[in-house]
């Protein structure tokens, strides 16, 4: 499932992140994400949401975007 760029299926995506347990995860990153990333930030995420096979790239602009759980 993938996150719409304008967060229109978020309760959806939202509902499948918690099917799969690491909701809370995806609680903290959005809490951190407040006060903006850095790259070895966005990098520390990748790795911790690969085992739950949720993935995000993210620009030079070091803003994350296309979350998809595959």
């Keep these: 499932m993938k996150l719409q760029d304008d967060f229109s299926n ?3 995506f939202e509902t499948e992140i918690e099917n799969k ?10 809490k951190e994400g407040e ?5 070895l930030d966005l990098k520390r995420w990748q790795e911790i949401f690969k085992p739950y096979r949720l993935t995000f790239d993210y620009g030079l602009d070091t803003e994350s975007f296309d979350f ?3």
């Design 10 to 12: 978020i309760q959806e």
């Design 21 to 30: 347990g690491f909701l809370d995860l995806w609680g903290q990153f959005q």
């Design 35 to 39: 006060n903006g990333f850095d790259y």
């Design 68 to 70: 998809e759980i595959n």
